[in-house]
């Protein structure tokens, strides 16, 4: 797969030619979740798909009915219930022998948090289901609040003084449920994110993506640095993109370089981090203790291939 | 038609499965369950079907289980699923987004008390909680009426002018294990009753999104079609009695079910298994010359109002017996149909067996004897069954 056009965005023949999620929708300028999608719509091409979407920003940039953003049949679900719902979609599917994907598109808050029930008893039951989480790190539709995924330090519209707790591990949770496909995504990184996600869609089982999504609204960042943003998550080791088969075999996808500079870069670019006065030096202990165990658990040093 | 020796519970699943099966030529079958006294034998049963075609997925709560009921009906399969109680409440927002969503799947409910204090007997006040969100509810009295009634609700929650959630309700304990005989039809004759499922909005080929975002007016349009939808309940469940006595020779009761009512001076009225004790109650008193008949509303939702203030006509007293208390206003059925009687008619209110306490005819009979005197009704009554 060699995309080198618009970092492998760019349309081609084999592309879905209605979007999965059109213009004019309600998602803030420079949110990730329009990114995330353009590359699922892209990745989807010519697959029979249906989308899940609990309480989210996703639901709300669905539109008012009778209009839909989403370009496929979707079903919106009560905010915990995504997972199970899509259990009896993908169940019903399978029985009249269809090649429908469903899909998953829940917020951390639906994923981490109020849906993590749900999720974690799919994943255990092992349907078969694409879940995607896109992780803004907050609660965006309800204006910001804190959820189990906000980085400790951050400040946020329930914790002023900024989150004194750690993100949660939620790819290491999921992959302790052995499920087939546990991998997180750098929207920054289109050919990597394209080729896991196309292998997500084609995997049976039940598979779960991490893509953090950059929100300018709850994060108070410039909208058009949401890509850079991720960039330099990745490169400071900050977000590590690998993928973990069958909760096993782990494979880092993006080797960071580790800098200070990318760091310190990525946190004086929001004012969530600003007013704890957070810099890199504080990151740094917890970004290599969880290298260090991904190193062993992943059993190279080398830098893993990028195209698998 | 075989006749088998089972209890409500297993009367349930029974119907549940042979729904399922009726619907192997169309999308098939799918449902979420998850355990909870006294319904955990429904859905245990369930799952020992082999089901062609069907799916019984163990969820992690119930709140889970309406969920995979909720996809499965989205996606045009027949969906069922059994709880109680706290599981009924923890379930409460998906059957109200399924009830939102006008998808026919059918909740059999065996009715406990809500906890804690923690308490596993009958009490209708766990279904009540679910009055006024567009599901349809039954009450039912035994064991028959109640597989009748699942088939029924099948028929009725999928017919193309209704299009909703139903709910077949049974006392706990009273009536889900209670084990008698009962009349199972044979697949073939299911196969004739039911259709196979057609959920007209089901998630299909094209894109459109079920549940999303409404404006105020679209809600308001919304909320009368599914009140108008709810109001035709009665005049459609006529049409599936007629249509399940041809098929099956046996009428399934009606919806407000009438026991020596017609020259009755005074009427007992209630839902569930106690209308059956008040029925044995109307023969002892009518073999002492009183004259004395019973009323059990079977189809609380929609409320038939128009039958039951046919029957409330004329009367001289009524005794409304409900096994539910709405907490500062008193019982909820008599909140519903006091309203229905005559102006000249003492509608006297008694609250019996609430946490479920045993009802038995001489505790009928004590409100009766209260009654009889009374000129004018007073506050809703609270009575202890020891």
Not at chain 2, 232 to 242: A, D, E, F, L, R
Request: aromatic residues 6%; glycine residues 8%; hydrophobic residues 40%.
């Amino acid at each position: 797969m060699n995309e080198p056009l618009l970092c492998g965005m760019a349309q081609t023949a084999l592309d879905r030619p209605d979007p999965l999620f059109r213009m004019g929708n309600t998602n803030c300028g420079g949110c990730g979740l329009s990114s995330l999608m353009q590359m699922l719509r892209h990745a989807v091409a010519e697959r029979r798909v249906q989308l899940v979407i609990p309480a989210s920003c996703a639901a709300v940039a669905g539109g008012a009915f009778p209009h839909s953003t989403y370009g496929v049949p979707t079903l919106m679900t009560t905010f915990a219930s995504a997972a199970a719902a899509a259990s009896g979609t993908a169940s019903v599917a399978q029985l009249n022998g269809e090649e429908t994907r469903v899909i998953c598109v829940a917020g951390d808050g639906g994923t981490y948090d109020i849906g993590f029930a749900s999720l974690s008893a799919a994943a255990e039951r092992n349907e078969d289901i694409l879940y995607i989480c896109y992780d803004n790190e907050i609660y965006g539709n309800t204006g910001g609040q804190r959820s189990s995924a906000t980085p400790a330090g951050a400040i946020s519209a329930n914790t002023p003084k900024g989150k004194p707790e750690q993100k949660k591990d939620i790819l290491s949770i999921m992959a302790a449920h052995r499920i087939p496909y546990a991998a997180s995504l750098s929207l920054a990184h289109a050919e990597d994110t394209l080729r896991k996600l196309r292998r997500a869609l084609d995997l049976q089982g039940f598979r779960f993506l991490l893509a953090l999504t950059p929100c300018p609204t709850g994060w108070k960042s410039e909208p058009a640095l949401g890509m850079e943003l991720l960039r330099l998550a990745v490169r400071s080791g900050l977000f590590p993109v690998f993928e973990i088969f069958d909760g096993k075999r782990h494979v880092v996808n993006i080797e960071p370089d580790f800098s200070d500079e990318a760091l310190n870069m990525y946190l004086s670019l929001q004012r969530r981090f600003q007013e704890s006065g957070l810099s890199a030096a504080d990151l740094r202990p917890a970004i290599d203790r969880y290298w260090q165990n991904l190193r062993a658990l992943s059993g190279r040093i080398v830098p893993a291939r990028r195209n698998a | 038609m075989s006749v088998e020796l089972i209890s409500a519970n297993h009367a349930a699943a029974l119907a549940a499965t042979l729904a399922a099966r009726a619907n192997r030529k169309g999308r098939g079958f799918c449902s979420g369950v998850y355990p909870i006294t006294p319904s955990t034998e429904c859905m245990e049963y369930l799952c020992l079907q082999e089901i062609e075609k069907g799916r019984v997925l163990r969820v992690e709560s119930e709140h889970s289980a309406m969920a995979v009921c909720i996809g499965a009906s989205a996606a045009g399969a027949r969906a069922f699923t059994a709880t109680s109680s706290n599981g009924l409440a923890y379930m409460a927002e998906n059957c109200v987004a399924a009830a939102g969503m006008r998808l026919p799947i059918v909740l059999a409910v065996a009715n406990r008390t809500l906890g804690p204090p923690w308490n596993i007997w009958a009490d209708h006040g766990d279904a009540l909680m679910l009055r006024d969100h567009g599901l349809i509810q039954f009450y039912c009295a035994d064991n028959q009426e109640l597989f009748d009634t699942v088939l029924c609700a099948f028929r009725l929650a999928e017919d193309p002018s209704v299009m909703m959630p139903a709910m077949v309700c049974m006392e706990g304990f009273i009536l889900s294990h209670t084990v008698t005989q009962t009349a199972i039809p044979e697949q073939a004759q299911v196969d004739r009753f039911l259709p196979l499922t057609a959920v007209p909005h089901r998630l299909g080929e094209t894109a459109h999104t079920l549940g999303q975002m409404e404006v105020p007016h679209q809600t308001e349009t919304h909320r009368r079609q599914h009140h108008a939808a709810m109001l035709s309940v009665p005049q459609v469940y006529t049409k599936i009695q007629n249509s399940f006595e041809r098929i099956f020779g046996r009428r399934p009761a009606d919806t407000v079910h009438a026991y020596r009512a017609e020259d009755a001076e005074t009427l007992i009225v209630s839902m569930g298994t106690i209308g059956a004790t008040a029925e044995r109650v109307v023969d002892m008193l009518r073999a002492q010359g009183q004259p004395v008949g019973s009323l059990r509303v079977r189809l609380f939702r929609p409320l038939p109002s128009e039958t039951i203030k046919h029957w409330f006509a004329g009367k001289k007293r009524i005794a409304v017996i409900d096994r539910n208390i709405s907490l500062g206003f008193g019982g909820v059925l008599w909140g519903e149909i006091r309203g229905l009687a005559d102006p000249g008619t003492v509608v006297q209110n008694y609250m019996a067996g609430i946490g479920g306490g045993d009802v038995r005819p001489e505790h009928l009979e004590n409100m009766l004897a209260d009654l009889r005197p009374r000129r004018i009704a007073g506050l809703p009554a609270m009575m202890e069954v020891l």
